[in-house]
């Protein structure tokens, strides 16, 4: 199948990014007594060395992932909130799932974990499908709420019963070496899931557009109405594409603990859910602009960080900037409006 | 205060090619109450939505005593003292009745606070003067249609209106209510208000109005005296079957064989009630067996979904090979009947059969998959997913049969969306998204997905809304195609022309019951328009 969506959206974007960095210069001035060092090293962000390039493009991988997962709810018309607990159960179940095998060989291990992570996200986040299914539970509010719950049981469980006492950091036992995922660009964290996040770019566009599951997942949230209409089994796409929304959350989780902290650690994965959402919504929820929109965002994010480190940046404006973005790419402003119509 | 002159209003709506109004000219004289009575869409609403603000004319000027008045919005009206309630009201839903009566126009404290009690006060006395009974200090969102009324009209005359619009006001008041009406029109008149009804009830126009205008094809016919009047005469000058249906029509049904074994129907001359009709209809031994079989389906609207007119056991059949219209006026139950049968909807009671076997309750997948085809009244809320690609919208149906192992077979999809294209001469790329596109193509996707599988019976929903002379033919071709090839169509349409134009037989129904069957070509648009208007059930 088809998408629909015209090539406004890429210069929508590109807008929008060129305004936050201009809103950024007009008033670094103000905010900093070095205002050139500051954008410079915000600028320069992941461009520093290798080592920060690797990390970058790390980040970038997780969260294609977690935007993939938004990107798939939203498609199917609903609100997955609890990324930020299907994320850390997902690497809390890798952990423990790893931690109790330890003979398996390597790939079937790492196999095995990537489901367990996945089926533990979509279990989580597939309840608040059946939920809604069954008796019409807001699934915004019972997806963020389990999601809280959860984040601080697994909090107490790293902290408490779960922790390497041999660590310093409030930190699970790693997982052996022989589960972790290969280094592309040591000593940067830099490993395969950037790869696998590609490929599930890929899988996910094609499950969207070229199945017929993806059809109905669609077609039921473009409108319930029509869909049930035509006779789609809209009642079962209250569960699926929460589960698969959660699933990927999941996957997400388990591949930042295969390739980049090798155990679960307290708030490790913490934003990871939330940035979904922005993600998702930087990409206007399509698989194929997902790439260019995590990217724009761990720039934002990175560059941020990095002038806090080099810089008197402040944490603060580093949020405002990244809110900056999202208000514009995702504000449907008239004058592209206008545009879209013209077909241009 | 003083006459309202309405002159030369003309509108046209380009969305769907519509001339609403066509230069018309009206006189409100000062105190009177006046009705305005026409079929649907013979632009009454549109004209009063024009005197009240909401839509502006192409051309034309609304005068008061000879003086052009300005009136570009709902506000400016009121300005002028001219207000309306409409048929369905928009509250603030979480606000109380009080606090919706009073919205816009506030008293306020010298500090600033809202001055509840002086509204209360204020309030409370015109209640007690038109007997209008409410509580104010329930939240508007438990109110039914008939209380939102009462807040319209109560929060008109708060804000010192002299001239009223009311739209449909028999809504306003539960059936045994109307005596209140009646009262409460001339309390108002009394009070030298100046009213004006908007109504396809004939009973209502002659009964309480001084004066009626009646309004065709988007023109005022006439304007007369309620004196001069009878039922029978204004039923006549509302469809105006002083004008024969057009004659392209007589030919194209001269060319279609009717098909030959269809069940006997009343006379034209007796319209039969809902039971006898049944008697007459129901199939000797020397008919095939019906295709759709409707046994004293009843709906009683639930709480959730009151706005729904309730049905009493209808009955009717429809055949193979025969094109059925069922007929009425909007809120006489044409609406409920499509829920239910096209499954949206669980009747009360009675029975929906198809090919013999029930089919109420059943799952909309599972009638899908037994041939019924539909095409709902609600085109692009229903029928439609705008912000999908036309190639999307054509598979709907049809998208199992291109999956192999769960993948969508794309070169199979191009197939069959550009013959789709091809055979119903829609201009558009399947790749285009749907919204992009003309009302006339739009229309054109939904029907070639809803027929090319070859239906057993189609449920048509007012098959010509919003088309052009061009596509109107187009449907009414499709129609005539599908029952020559044996298969039913059930067209449910409240535009008699319509109705006449593609149907063997009409059920026409009246506050939903089926106030009588008749034979397209053994009646005339007059008769017709008189069972739509429940006159014999007056007489």
């Known amino acids: 199948m088809h998408d629909t969506r015209p090539a406004s959206t890429f210069l929508s974007i590109g807008v929008a990014i060129a305004a936050a960095i201009l809103a950024m210069i007009v008033a670094l001035p103000l905010l900093s007594n070095s205002p050139v060092q500051t954008l410079y090293s915000f600028l320069m962000g992941p461009f520093r060395n290798w080592f920060y390039m690797g990390n970058f493009l790390n980040r970038v991988g997780l969260y294609i992932i977690a935007g993939l997962a938004m990107i798939i709810a939203f498609q199917g018309g609903m609100f997955n909130l609890g990324g930020e607990g299907q994320v850390y159960a997902g690497a809390l179940s890798t952990t423990m799932f790893l931690l109790s095998v330890p003979k398996l060989i390597g790939p079937v291990g790492v196999i095995g974990a990537v489901c367990v992570a996945a089926g533990t996200g979509a279990l989580i986040a597939g309840l608040s499908g059946l939920l809604k299914m069954k008796w019409n539970t807001d699934e915004l509010i019972s997806s963020f709420l389990l999601s809280s719950s959860l984040v601080y049981t697994i909090d107490y469980l790293v902290s408490g019963p779960l922790r390497n006492s041999e660590s310093f950091l409030l930190s699970s036992s790693e997982i052996a070496s022989k589960f972790r995922l290969p280094q592309l660009l040591p000593p940067s964290h830099l490993n395969l899931s950037l790869l696998a996040a590609l490929l599930l770019i890929g899988l996910g566009y094609k499950y969207l557009f070229h199945t017929s599951s993806g059809y109905e997942l669609r077609m039921t949230g473009l409108n319930r109405e029509f869909a049930r209409y035509g006779g789609i089994p809209i009642q079962r796409y209250y569960f699926i594409p929460m589960a698969l929304s959660g699933g990927l959350y999941g996957i997400a989780g388990c591949l930042y603990v295969l390739g980049t902290s090798f155990a679960t650690m307290q708030g490790s994965t913490s934003g990871m859910g939330w940035n979904g959402i922005a993600i998702a919504l930087i990409a206007r929820i399509h698989p194929l602009l997902l790439l260019p929109a995590a990217i724009i965002f761990t720039y934002l994010e990175f560059g941020a960080e990095n002038a806090m480190i080099y810089a008197d940046f402040s944490f603060e404006f580093g949020a405002v900037l990244q809110a900056i973005v999202l208000f514009l790419v995702t504000a449907r402003f008239s004058g592209f409006r206008v545009l879209r119509k013209k077909g241009i | ?539």
């Open chain 2, 1 to 539: 205060m003083g006459n309202i002159d309405l002159v030369d209003i003309t509108k046209y709506f380009p969305e769907n090619g519509v001339i609403a109004n066509s230069t018309v000219n009206l006189r409100i004289e000062e105190g009177e109450i006046h009705a305005i009575v026409g079929e649907n869409g013979s632009g009454k609403s549109t004209l009063m939505h024009i005197l009240s603000g909401l839509i502006r004319p192409d051309k034309g000027s609304i005068r008061m005593n000879g003086k052009a008045l300005r009136i570009n919005s709902p506000h400016e009206a009121l300005e002028q003292g001219i207000g309306m309630v409409h048929q369905h009201v928009q509250l603030v839903r979480e606000f109380t009745v009080l606090e919706n009566i009073i919205l816009g126009r506030e008293p306020r404290t010298w500090w600033g606070r809202i001055d509840s009690p002086q509204a209360r006060s204020r309030i409370q006395a015109l209640i007690q003067e038109y007997n209008l009974q409410i509580d104010l200090d329930r939240p508007a969102y438990e109110l039914s249609t008939e209380g939102e009324q009462k807040i319209a009209l109560l929060a008109l005359l708060y804000a010192g209106v002299n001239y009223i619009i009311l739209d449909e006001p028999t809504t306003l008041f539960e059936e045994d209510e109307t005596d209140l009406l009646h009262r409460v029109l001339e309390k108002l008149r009394s009070h030298n208000y100046t009213l004006i009804l908007i109504t396809h009830k004939l009973r209502e126009a002659l009964h309480y109005a001084d004066r009626v205008s009646v309004m065709r094809g988007g023109r005022r016919i006439t304007t007369l005296s309620t004196q001069e009047l009878s039922q029978g005469e204004l039923s006549n000058l509302m469809v105006g079957s002083d004008s024969i249906p057009g004659q392209s029509l007589k030919l194209q049904k001269a060319q279609r064989t009717p098909p030959k074994n269809l069940p006997p129907t009343a006379p034209p001359t007796a319209p039969q009630t809902a039971t006898s009709t049944t008697a007459h209809t129901t199939p000797g031994h020397v008919n095939p067996s019906p295709i759709l079989q409707l046994q004293d389906l009843t709906y009683r609207p639930g709480a959730d979904n009151a706005a729904l007119p309730a049905l009493h056991k209808v009955n009717f059949e429809v055949h193979p090979g025969e094109a059925l219209a069922v007929t009425g006026i909007r809120e006489n139950g044409l609406e409920t009947l499509e829920q239910l049968l096209s499954g949206f909807l669980l009747p009360s009671s009675g029975g929906i059969l198809y090919k013999e076997a029930s089919i109420a309750g059943l799952p909309i997948r599972e009638l899908r998959s037994r041939h019924i085809a539909y095409i709902p009244t609600e085109r692009l809320l229903r029928g439609a997913s705008l912000d999908s690609s036309v190639a999307e919208n054509m598979i709907l149906l049809n998208y199992r049969d291109f999956h192999g192992w769960g993948r969508l077979k794309k070169e199979e999809i191009e197939h069959f969306t550009g013959n789709l294209k091809q055979l119903f001469n829609i201009k558009a790329s399947p790749k285009d998204r749907l919204s992009g596109l003309s009302g006339g193509n739009i229309q054109r996707v939904i029907i070639s997905r809803e027929i090319i599988n070859s239906p057993e019976l189609l449920i048509f929903s007012e098959p010509s809304w919003g088309l052009d002379i061009a596509g109107r033919e187009f449907v009414f071709d499709k129609i005539a195609e599908l029952t020559s090839r044996g298969s039913a169509v059930l067209i449910i349409t409240s535009d008699i022309e319509e109705a006449l134009e593609c149907a063997d037989r009409i059920v026409v129904m009246y506050r939903g019951s089926v106030n009588g069957i008749v034979q397209t070509d053994q009646v005339d648009k007059a008769e017709i328009g008189r069972l739509m208007l429940g006159v014999n059930s007056y007489a």
